[in-house]
């Protein structure tokens, strides 16, 4: 079954006119935001989403934007709008990943998964996936989900959480 997807959770924040300039973490995420992950943890209210849209304005990289909620701590939201934000960029990114996932008996989130970073191996040029608020995510699925798309990122994906917490 198809879930009606939230579009609003897909924009990214503009960057803000009147906020305290922090230029030494837009440089820090300069340098050390090409890698594969990028992990910005802080306490509520330090500005994390702020200086994540402030770089990304910086950037010329085409960027998926995921803002995560409380109830996506169920794997088959959470991964329909990882899907859908990604293909927002691609859309026949994870395709056959959705079609899987829209079954009556989806497969596992590491076989969805699989699929989509099949797909994502083939992309000629580099996107930006951000996970804003992972800290609302508790489920242990999806964190297993994670550690596997983690492990397996192809070289054009990057990843950048937003967390109060650092992930498990």
Do not use: C
């Amino acid at each position: 079954m198809t879930l009606p997807i939230l579009q609003t959770k897909f924009y990214v924040p503009p960057p803000r006119t009147h906020m305290v300039a922090r230029p030494h973490l837009l440089a820090r995420l300069a340098r050390d935001g090409l890698r594969p992950l990028t992990l910005v943890s802080a306490p509520a209210g330090f500005g994390k989403t702020t200086l994540v849209s402030e770089w990304l304005a910086q950037r010329n990289q085409s960027v998926a934007w995921l803002s995560l909620n409380e109830d996506d701590n169920d794997p088959a939201r959470f991964l329909h709008y990882l899907l859908a934000a990604l293909q927002l960029h691609h859309p026949q990114i994870g395709e056959t990943a959705r079609l899987l996932l829209d079954a009556p008996q989806a497969p596992p989130p590491k076989a969805i998964l699989t699929l989509l970073l099949n797909d994502l191996s083939t992309l000629t040029t580099p996107l930006l996936l951000v996970l804003d608020d992972y800290h609302l995510i508790h489920s242990q699925p999806i964190h297993e989900a994670l550690a596997f798309l983690i492990d397996h990122l192809p070289p054009t994906l990057q990843l950048v959480i937003t967390s109060r917490i650092d992930p498990p």
